[in-house]
């Protein structure tokens, strides 16, 4: 019964190890020395304004030979020079052979992401990396450097503005500008009023002026002076429709590094339109600070992760005493702080 047995066993594992080195006949093993080549089109580049919605940069790269058809995914890693890719902005390929910068892109990726200065060069080193699974170790391209001399990308406001009693310079002027929004014909403005009136009109000029005779919302040509409280606001005009809203909006600094402390009123922030940026030069002394939105904590922004991105009720940002010049962007969620006179 006992020479049954082993005869049994041994038969059974016979069997698994057979069966074991016909599935090891499928088993493919993927080349983990498989390479891939990347190129571009320039590595000099000036960009403008004017060259706007042209290609400046084409990106394009080999496909690497892992050993067996499988699809890969490339992603293209760009780095300040000398960064060793610490802090690389990192920009899907897709399964695709090849990507093509315009003008507005490249240069939003190199001042807005890589902290580039408008009219300055900047060497940026770019790598691709060709992956087929997380398992394994993904291909990576040659190294290659560009240099690029990014623009200021400036915003031109409309022709229209605030004019008024609550309005920072009167009745006389110039009056406070609305600016461009992603929707035609429909402008912004923020800005600080006093309690007052204001009417809306074109080109610092009583020619073609708007109020509201109700007031209701609506807007009238030549139409009855818009009373408004002291405040912030955030004014919208649709010249189409002609309506207009005006709601509370403001930024400001909150912190014990701030002249009121953690209580507030918040230090106001102003609108930079020509940037579509909210700055303030502001004196604080040594402690911390954040930023918030109508002097309330609904929303507020601080830096977790101390590396000037402004993360939603994040830490407290913390400052040595001194002057500075402080710019928000809150279409990169970004923040700088830089030391003045």
Request: proline share 4%.
């Amino acid at each position: 019964m006992k020479h049954l047995y082993k005869t049994f066993v041994g038969a059974f594992a016979l069997l698994l190890f057979t069966a074991s080195c016909d599935d090891d006949k499928d088993l493919v093993i993927a080349d983990d020395t498989a390479t891939t080549s990347l190129s571009v089109s320039s590595t000099t580049i000036e960009l403008s304004e004017e060259n706007q919605g042209n290609s400046v940069l084409d990106l394009n790269w080999t496909a690497p030979d892992f050993g067996y058809n499988a699809e890969i995914d490339y992603t293209l890693y760009f780095d300040v020079t000398g960064n060793d890719f610490q802090d690389a902005v990192a920009v899907a390929g897709g399964n695709d052979m090849s990507l093509s910068y315009l003008s507005e892109n490249l240069n939003s990726l190199v001042v807005n992401s890589l902290g580039g200065t408008p009219f300055t060069p900047l060497s940026v080193d770019i790598k691709l990396e060709a992956s087929i699974s997380d398992y394994y170790q993904p291909a990576v391209s040659n190294i290659i450097t560009i240099n690029v001399i990014p623009y200021e990308n400036l915003i031109e406001p409309t022709s229209w503005g605030i004019v008024g009693s609550a309005a920072p310079n009167g009745w006389d002027g110039p009056d406070v500008p609305f600016w461009y929004t992603d929707t035609e014909d429909v402008y912004v403005a923020y800005t600080t009023l006093i309690e007052g009136e204001i009417k809306f009109r074109e080109n610092n000029a009583w020619d073609l002026n708007y109020g509201d005779n109700e007031p209701d919302g609506t807007l009238e040509e030549g139409g009855s002076n818009i009373a408004v409280e002291a405040g912030t606001y955030k004014i919208t005009f649709d010249i189409s429709a002609l309506t207009y809203t005006i709601e509370p909006y403001s930024w400001g600094l909150v912190g014990d590094a701030t002249t009121n402390g953690w209580d507030g009123p918040d230090m106001q922030m102003s609108y930079d339109g020509t940037i579509d940026m909210w700055t303030i030069d502001a004196t604080l002394t040594s402690g911390e600070f954040k930023f918030r939105f109508n002097n309330t904590w609904d929303l507020n922004y601080g830096d977790t992760d101390v590396d000037n991105t402004l993360d939603n009720g994040g830490d407290n940002i913390a400052v040595s005493s001194g002057n500075y010049h402080i710019t928000m962007d809150l279409n990169q969620l970004t923040y700088t702080i830089e030391e003045s006179e």
